[in-house]
């Protein structure tokens, strides 16, 4: 006993370092513990008010939580003379072989935050988005789930989708409806212009604003080409390219304007007989 007294009177000054680093460790590690559910928090508020998805909400805070945590411990033991280089360096290799392992999933994870985050399109929302085109129902982490026009879903890998464009047919309250209208170069092109504007004009979904355009647009091979570029709401667009190209059809028609087609003609020679 009077050993152990001797000894810790002859260390007391190295004792007394000891107990304070020690404190000091548990000090940040409770104060590593607090900022990490601060910052948590606050970025989970930040996010809600963007209206950011609540699975991504907690995918994120977790991972934030878990890396400021994780540098609070790493303090800690190198405050009580731990070498945490060691650490670092199996965490990094854990990391990569993890990272390399999960390759795939981890890159539609990310994209799954992205598309979340930044919101290219919606649920209910019509796009072509990773090479398919269809209703968007659902944004998952990892996948996109689409219905197609004709009542397929198909699951798309949210890197398929961030690695390509996206067209978003749904977002604007507005669209353009692009008609191209060939016909004879035997035509009156004054004449077909009136034509074409007169089956507008009976149309009453088309927006007066912007108002429509019918021009002469190219002279090819065998038609004179016009493009008809009316404005109808996004919700009519494809009624109205249906009725529009009928009716377009009926009058030209009816006011004898002639729309070609490809032809071939082929001439026959006879090569006289040799006696």
């Known amino acids: 006993m009077d050993q152990f007294m001797g000894w810790i009177t002859e260390n007391q000054d190295l004792i007394v370092s000891y107990v304070i680093k020690f404190i000091v460790a548990i000090l940040i590690l409770i104060i590593g513990k607090m900022i990490a559910n601060s910052v948590a928090k606050l970025l989970g508020r930040g996010m809600t008010k963007k209206g950011v998805d609540g699975a991504v909400i907690s995918f994120l805070s977790a991972i934030v939580k878990s890396v400021i945590f994780i540098a609070a411990v790493l303090m800690a ?11 670092i ?3 990094g290799a854990a990391g990569l072989a993890i990272g390399l392992s999960l390759q795939g999933s981890l890159s539609n994870m990310a994209s799954g935050v992205l598309i979340i985050m930044f919101r290219p399109f919606r649920a209910g929302e019509y796009v072509d988005a990773g090479g398919v085109s269809g209703t968007v129902n659902e944004v998952n982490i990892f996948q996109t789930v689409l219905k197609t026009p004709d009542n397929k879903v198909v699951y798309v890998p949210n890197a398929q989708i961030t690695g390509q464009p996206i067209t978003n047919y749904s977002r604007e309250d507005t669209r353009r409806v692009d008609l191209l209208i060939g016909v ?19 149309e ?4 007066k604003e912007p108002a429509w355009n019918i ?3 190219a ?3 065998s038609s004179v080409d016009f493009i008809v570029r009316p404005w109808v709401n996004s919700t009519d667009y494809w009624p ?13 028609d009816k006011n004898d304007i002639g729309i070609p087609y490809p032809q071939m003609d082929v001439h ?6 040799q006696d």
């Open 77 to 87: 033991l190198s405050q009580v003379g731990v070498q945490t280089t060691s650490f």
């Open 215 to 217: 021009q002469v647009h």
């Open 240 to 252: 109205v390219y249906w009725d529009l190209m009928r009716e377009i059809k009926i009058a030209l």
């Open 184 to 202: 004879s170069y035997d035509a009156d092109l004054h004449k077909t212009k009136e034509v074409l504007e007169s089956v507008l004009k009976a």
């Open 268 to 273: 026959l020679f006879k090569q006289a007989s």
């Open 204 to 207: 009453k979904r088309l927006l």
């Open 89 to 91: 360096a199996i965490l």
């Open 219 to 221: 002279l090819n091979n």
